[in-house]
């Protein structure tokens, strides 16, 4: 049973406009949110992060929105860049344990 | 600079072999975590030790075996018993309890 899932496998972004990544949670005992960036070939990144107490985080060109009755997340970037292109998981946390989405993949086209 | 240090990493296995994945973190981390990545697919949580000399299974331990002597090492081992061991496996940790974890750059196995 898939709890965090990222129901599109890929998003094709210009850049300069905004890109938008969504994920959804079943487990209402999740209480902390993050996502992270993966480039082939490396570990995952830590980009942002937000309390269930929150409903939005926001840093630099990264915000994170959480709507909880709705057990959605979603990632704005903004401006989105050539750089951003890489694979982006989001995971939700209950206490130290973390689960993750099955991931999106950003590309930003010039 | 702190961080994690996946090694090797490219490994190739040969069937009935047992093989031992390395990770070290000066990042003074009491957790630490193995994850495995497959094609499509989420991380899914393998072994984590929130103490030395303490792990406990994840989702998938089937297979591997872990060792948690020391703070910095969390050496992960893939089993001959370990059916489908091809895949991307990162080590992570983290402050105890808390989040987020800092992630390797992975090991890489494949069977010969």
């Known amino acids: 049973d898939q709890q965090v899932k990222q129901n599109s496998p890929s998003l094709s972004v210009q850049e300069g406009r905004i890109s938008i990544l969504n994920c959804d949670y079943t487990?209402?005992?999740?209480?902390?949110f993050l996502w992270y960036k993966k480039y082939p070939a490396e570990g995952p990144t830590f980009l942002i992060s937000?309390?269930?107490?929150?409903d939005k985080n926001e840093d630099g060109r990264f915000t994170v929105f959480l709507n909880k009755s709705a057990k959605h997340l979603s990632l704005h970037i903004v401006p989105s860049q050539p750089g951003d292109s890489a694979v982006y998981f989001c995971a939700a946390s209950e206490g130290s344990d973390l689960t993750f989405g099955t991931g999106t993949r950003l590309q930003v086209t010039l | 600079d702190g961080g994690i240090t996946q090694s090797p990493k490219y490994l190739f296995r040969k069937e009935g072999q047992n093989v031992t994945l390395s990770c070290e973190q000066n990042l003074n981390h009491d957790a630490m975590y193995w994850y495995r990545q497959d094609p499509g697919q989420g991380l899914r949580l393998i072994y984590y030790s929130q103490i030395v000399n303490d792990f406990q299974k994840g989702d998938i331990a089937e297979g591997y075996s872990v060792s948690r002597e020391k703070k910095e090492s969390f050496p992960l081992t893939v089993t001959s018993a370990q059916k489908n061991p091809t895949a991307f496996y990162l080590c992570?940790?983290?402050?105890?309890?808390?989040?987020?974890?800092?992630f390797g750059d992975g090991t890489r196995l494949s069977i010969l």
């Open positions: 992570a940790s983290s402050t105890q309890g808390a989040q987020p974890q800092h």
């Open positions: 937000i309390s269930s107490i929150k």
């Open positions: 487990n209402s005992m999740f209480d902390y």
